[in-house]
């Protein structure tokens, strides 16, 4: 946990953009896995960790903004948990933590929200992504689970992304041991991609990492030699020598901040010619963006310039054709890189995708571009000092793509398909690094997993 001064400063922060009406922030709470006394691993809402730091189950925070005061509602432990759990601080030395004097028991929360409703107050609350949470918010508040999302607080939304959105120097730390995790998981999946070797023997190595040395994973671990598919949770395949593997996986530190790195290496530790010349385009995708990554610049055009430096790659080497800048305006290089350069990376691997992403991710001035491929990128605003983000281009051919497309005889005049199908098979390459945009420009954060052609060899020889 932070220091006390941090939440405080969060709250006062918060105070200091909403004049009225009281805002609830919903903890989570356990989860069965199988049956009731079987629960998944806890894992603490990012909002209620932002602004009450308490990593633990069934608390609610209250920010009265006009009179200034917070409040925990949570239940002290009681014998029966203390056998279990042993000891555990109670709910006041709990909140003193994390500079709250008010604490309430839980069944206080109805009657209080209850009051505040009866006399006209306006309750703010965040979008609910868990069910769980809708039932309780429901019993808490009246407010019935089918209107809750009418009556969210796009102001509460609003403000919360603000703050998250700019991280300080403890977060920016914190990322920074999740991105030391996430290199010790990456050069570990490097090691271990030999012929013969279980996908899920590799995945299960570095989801064992992340455990070992922080909470947990940040996401589900994507790996698999048919990279393609670009979010694959099938580890059921034995490595083949001359394949490509894709890893996209991170850590969470303690304190729940996230990393998210994307490495594809060649099977058996060296790249064909062909690979080579492939992943060196989404390479070059890569380092074009981190050096364009500046504040006052929009991810959008950031984006846009990766997808140009694909597409210029791939019409060196003949698969597309015609004019470049064309081409992309089009969107016909989304056939080979179909989703987004990034997104904000924080507490969540997709940072507050749940208070919705074009709120995170655009603004007034910079809306999502709805032609398929740029239609998925999660940021597209303008960069600010303090923005965390991700930087992952990648080039893919999917073959029920390719197929789809060919048979539309989309973009004829831009994708020589009939040398694209020379590529079926090939898998896919995504290479993702963590940024972070300073006051001149941005830097890497952490230090920075093997990338070229020849760290990448090297490291697997080792
Ligand atoms: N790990 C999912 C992503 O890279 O966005
Ligand atoms: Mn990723
Ligand atoms: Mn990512």
Known sequence: MFTSEVYTNRRKALKGLINSGIAVFMGNVDSPMNYSGNTLHFRQDSSFLYFFGLDMPGLTGVIDFNDGKDYIFGDDIDIEDIIWMGPQPSMKENAAQVGVENVLPV??????????????????????????????????????????????????????????????????????????????????????????????????????????????????????????????????????????????????????????????????GKFSQKQKEIYQIVLNANNEATKA???????????????????????????????????????????????????MLGLDVHDMENLGENYVGYDEEVSRIQQFGTAYLRLGRRLQPGFVLTNEPGIYFIPALIDLWKKENKFNEFI???????????GGIRLEDNILVTETGCRMIGQRIPVTVEEVEKTMEA
């Open 107 to 268: 069944k206080e929360l109805t009657g209080f929200l209850q009051k505040a409703l009866q006399s006209g107050r306006k309750l703010h609350y965040l979008p609910m992504y868990r069910g769980e949470t809708k039932i309780l918010f429901e019993s808490f508040s009246g407010i019935r689970i089918a209107d809750q999302p009418d009556k969210i607080s796009v102001e509460l939304i609003k403000a919360v992304v603000s703050l998250r959105n700019i991280k300080d120097k403890f977060e920016i730390e914190e990322i920074e041991k999740a991105a030391a995790i996430g290199h010790l998981m990456h050069v570990t999946s490097m090691k271990m991609a030999k012929p013969g070797v279980l996908e899920r023997e590799i995945a299960g190595a570095i989801e064992g990492i992340a455990l070992a040395h922080g909470a947990m994973t940040s996401f589900p671990v994507i790996l698999s030699q048919n990279g393609e598919t670009l979010h694959n949770h099938d580890h059921s395949q034995y490595l083949q020598k001359g394949r490509l593997m894709v890893t996209d996986a991170g850590a969470e530190t303690m304190m729940h901040y996230a990393s998210d790195f994307t490495r594809t290496i060649p099977v058996g």
């Open 416 to 426: 020589n398909y009939n040398k694209v199908e020379e590529y079926i098979g090939f």
């Open 293 to 343: 990554i500046a504040p006052g610049v929009t991810y959008q055009s950031v984006h846009l310039l990766a997808a140009k430096v694909i597409a210029t790659g791939l019409k060196e080497i003949g698969l597309m054709q015609g004019d470049v800048d064309e081409a992309v305006k089009a969107g016909a290089h989304a056939m080979f890189f179909p989703h987004g350069l990034g997104h």
